[in-house]
């Protein structure tokens, strides 16, 4: 069964900077690749997901994932932040069930 | 159109009883998917229904188990509570098999005392 690991457990940021969190997941073959987030006191929600074609990826709220095979990893991005953002992420890749990731804690600092 | 919605929302419960979670999904979904989200340790699987079978169990006991009605509405069972067992436990659906694109309830905090 797939495993994923994210990076990074807590990450916090000032407004305008630029965020990446990594993401990886164990084996090859054809995946479907998710990002999710939770905001505070609200549900899981989708957030970018990679089922096949162009490896870059655009989401909502401005966040953009690149698939990369060669390395088993699905990134996100987002090129400025802001306080909003503040929320958990979570990896998650589709192999018979969704396997998530621990996640990411993100803190956008005002 | 409503959401995933589960019940209820908190439950405290004590050591060896049982719980009972229920979740209903978004109307036209037919997968059921059951998470724990223990502090620290991510969204662990737990159960996966489809049109009412059992389609996909994740590294849980026994004493976990649920089952999917008709109405493609949900349960999730707990015996023999553990402490470790208190967590938020988590419902999506989604609209058939596999597709991975899951919507989630609010979530049942489940604590053990």
């Known amino acids: 069964a797939q495993s994923v690991s994210q990076h990074n457990h807590h990450v916090i940021l000032s407004e305008a900077a630029s965020l990446e969190l990594g993401c990886n997941y164990s084996?090859?073959?054809?995946?479907?690749l998710f990002w999710y987030v939770q905001y505070p006191g609200q549900h899981l929600q989708l957030l970018l997901k990679y089922f096949s074609g162009d490896p870059l990826v655009k989401g909502i709220k401005g966040f953009e994932a690149e698939f990369i095979k060669s390395k088993f990893s699905f990134n996100l991005r987002k090129p400025s932040v802001q306080w909003s953002d503040t929320a958990e992420y979570f990896c998650a890749v589709n192999d018979y069930k969704l396997s998530f990731g621990a996640g990411t804690t993100v803190t956008v600092r005002a | 159109e409503a959401g995933v919605t589960q019940s209820p929302t908190h439950l405290i419960k004590t050591r060896g009883q049982q719980a009972t979670l229920r979740c209903s999904p978004i109307s036209g979904h037919t997968s059921v998917y059951w998470y724990q989200q223990a502090l620290g340790l991510g969204l662990q699987f737990l159960l996966w229904?489809?049109?009412?079978?059992?389609?996909n169990r994740g590294n849980f006991p026994p004493r976990f188990s649920g089952r999917q009605f008709p109405n493609y509405s949900s349960e999730l069972n707990v015996n023999a509570l553990e402490l470790e067992d208190s967590a938020l436990y988590l419902c999506?659906?989604?609209?058939?098999?596999?597709?991975?694109?899951?919507?989630f309830g609010e979530g049942s905090r489940l604590t053990v005392l």
């Open positions: 084996y090859g073959g054809t995946v479907n």
């Open positions: 229904y489809d049109e009412g079978e059992e389609r």
């Open positions: 999506a659906s989604s609209l058939g098999q596999d597709t991975g694109e899951l919507f």
